[in-house]
T-cell receptor
Framework: SQTIHQWPATLVQPVGSPLSLECTVEGTSNPNLYWYRQAAGRGLQLLFYSVGIGQISSEVPQNLSASRPQDRQFILSSKKLLLSDSGFYLC????????????FGPGTRLTVL | GESVGLHLPTLSVQEGDNSIINCAYSNSASDYFIWYKQESGKGPQFIIDIRSNMDKRQGQRVTVLLNKTVKHLSLQIAATQPGDSAVYFCAENMGDSWGKLQFGAGTQVVVTP
């Protein structure tokens, strides 16, 4: 069966510090991968998606970036965090275009102080 | 722009009663819809999905109804239990080959004893 991992689970970082969040998927090959951000009490905002190694598409302009160094690894990064980067970051995978169902990881709670 | 939205931000339900969560969509090109359940501090969990060639689909204690005429989607939960307390999101596919989904704002379901 497929599983998706995210770490760290919780992170507190000062403004201006760098960021690296990692997501890995097990049990499937060549998945589509997605990064979302969820503000408190809000819906999901798609940040990045990837259909293959090294292929990243950005949905919104921001100081975040994403990379996919391996087939089942997706990384969200920032060189300098802003207060507005605080939120709940979710990684998801799918086998699109076979199916559009996305399956989510447990998330990373990021607080920027 | 086109979006998916929910009618009720909060739904209070007595334990044992049936819950109905509603969702409106405006993208007539969407042909796939999903309901997710998100418990506090966790990633969204897939509940049930439906394709546009269907009007109704049933799972364990859950039923999704799709009314394409009025672009309305609903999730019915039978015999609501305390463990059903969560935020419920509807999502529609964007009709592209990357499996992108458009999420609604979410409905908080609170089950009272």
């Amino acid at each position: 069966s497929q599983t998706i991992h995210q770490w760290p689970a919780t992170l507190v970082q000062p403004v201006g510090s760098p960021l690296s969040l990692e997501c890995t998927v097990e049990g499937t090959s060549n998945p589509n991968l997605y990064w979302y951000r969820q503000a408190a009490g809000r819906g999901l905002q798609l940040l990045f998606y990837s259909v293959g190694i090294g292929q990243i598409s950005s949905e919104v302009p921001q100081n975040l970036s994403a990379s996919r160094p391996q087939d089942r690894q997706f990384i969200l990064s920032s060189k300098k965090l802003l207060l507005s980067d605080s939120g709940f970051y979710l990684c998801a995978w799918s086998l699109a275009p076979l199916t559009d169902t996305q399956y989510f990881g447990p998330g990373t709670r990021l607080t920027v102080l | 722009g086109e979006s998916v939205g929910l009618h009720l931000p909060t739904l209070s339900v007595q334990e044992g009663d049936n819950s109905i969560i509603n969702c409106a969509y405006s993208n007539s090109a969407s042909d796939y819809f999903i309901w997710y359940k998100q418990e506090s501090g966790k990633g969204p969990q897939f509940i049930i999905d439906i394709r546009s060639n269907m009007d109704k689909r049933q799972g364990q204690r859950v039923t999704v109804l799709l009314n394409k005429t009025v672009k309305h989607l609903s999730l019915q939960i039978a015999a609501t239990q305390p463990g059903d307390s969560a935020v419920y999101f509807c999502a529609e596919n964007m009709g592209d080959s990357w499996g992108k989904l458009q999420f609604g704002a979410g409905t908080q379901v609170v089950v009272t004893p």
